[in-house]
């Protein structure tokens, strides 16, 4: 904190005799004493205010006590107006406004949290205090970032950073910079939780703030590596469909699109391409096409999975474990018998 002083000119005043010079004529100024920080002109608050009667012969101060303290009274108000002593507290006021653009940026955020935590979806990033989740860090180990690679019914697949990071503003600047579009910056380890323990991870303080890309970008970089839609010159039965479904499905200006991509995926399914039986699951478990059917979905995904089609496992393991028919070991049992290569996250 440093201070510096303002002078102000007040009008010349002829009710005093100058004792040195015998001068009648008296310049009357005002000096307020102000802090500030680091910026001279920008004052955080006055600390003190005085008046000065000079004789403009000599320049000699005198006392203010020869004047009564009525007319000294009245010469300090035309100095020191209200307006002149409210805009001392310029920098504490520009100071005040910051701090409020932040706490209501910070509420607005953490309000886009909760919204985002109660309906995740593909590519949220998640600021993960790792503490919370596991007892076994090193000192400098805290916080990880997550990132949905899936949703699957009620359940989302997250993988997290490969780094730990010691302070929060690590996992901001990893996503500023672009770290997260490398393809080694997240794990390959898979962790399965129901919206209902992702919400319960943000109550607790685990999941610490939410964020969902906006085309594909944060903070005004790239942060999803946009996957391109497979095209071959090698025919494959049932792969023209499957485009026209993906196509359908992101046609919201179609009435019916979601029925129109239902029924290019169900071809395509039918046809036999993994891809197709994948989607064509997806829309039985979401039901977004009309009626939810976890037992059709498993049929399709147990398809797409003696293709070795990894995903199609994996969703098909999430599922299974909402139907009470359905058993995990007969699948792998499956699996092994028609030679296919697949592994299961413990």
Not at 151 to 167: C, Q
Request: charged share 20%; glycine share 6%.
């Amino acid at each position: 904190m440093e201070y510096s002083e303002s002078i102000i000119k007040g009008r010349v005043i002829d009710e005093l005799t100058c004792s040195d010079c015998g001068s009648e004529h008296h310049q009357v100024k005002g000096v307020i004493k102000y802090a500030f920080f680091f910026i001279e002109s920008i004052p955080f608050y006055p600390v003190k205010k005085s008046t000065i009667i000079q004789c403009q012969q000599c320049w000699v101060q005198t006392d203010t006590a020869t004047l009564p303290k009525q007319r000294v009274k009245e010469l300090s108000k035309n100095l020191f107006p209200a307006w002149r002593l409210v805009s001392k507290f310029l920098g504490s006021l520009l100071t005040l406004m910051f701090l409020g653009y932040l706490v209501q940026g910070e509420v607005k955020q953490q309000q886009l949290s909760d919204q985002f935590i109660a309906q995740p979806a593909v590519n949220d990033f998640y600021h993960v205090d790792f503490r919370y989740l596991s007892s076994e860090l090193r000192p400098n180990e805290k916080y990880r970032i997550g990132k949905v690679i899936d949703i699957t019914g009620d359940v989302a697949t997250v993988v997290y950073s490969r780094l730990f990071y010691r302070m929060q503003h690590g996992a901001d600047e990893s996503i500023r910079v672009g770290h997260v579009t490398h393809f080694s910056f997240f794990s390959r380890k898979e962790y399965h939780y129901n919206f209902a323990e992702l919400q319960q991870m943000r109550s607790q303080g685990a999941i610490y703030q939410v964020e969902r890309p906006i085309k594909n970008e944060l903070r005004g970089k790239p942060v999803v590596t946009t996957k391109k839609r497979f095209i071959s010159s090698t025919y494959f039965p049932g792969a023209r469909q499957n485009n026209s479904g993906l196509a359908f499905l992101e046609a919201s200006y179609i009435d019916n699109h979601i029925e129109l991509a239902f029924e290019k995926f169900n071809l395509s399914a039918e046809r036999g391409y993994k891809l197709g039986q994948v989607n064509l699951a997806e829309l039985y478990i979401t039901g977004k096409h009309g009626e939810q059917d976890l037992n059709q979905a498993l049929f399709w995904l147990q398809e797409a999975a003696l293709q070795d089609h990894q995903p199609a496992i994996d969703k098909y393991l999430i599922v299974c474990q909402q139907v009470a028919q359905c058993s995990k070991s007969d699948f792998i049992k499956v699996l092994s018998e028609q030679g296919v290569n697949f592994h299961i996250d413990k």
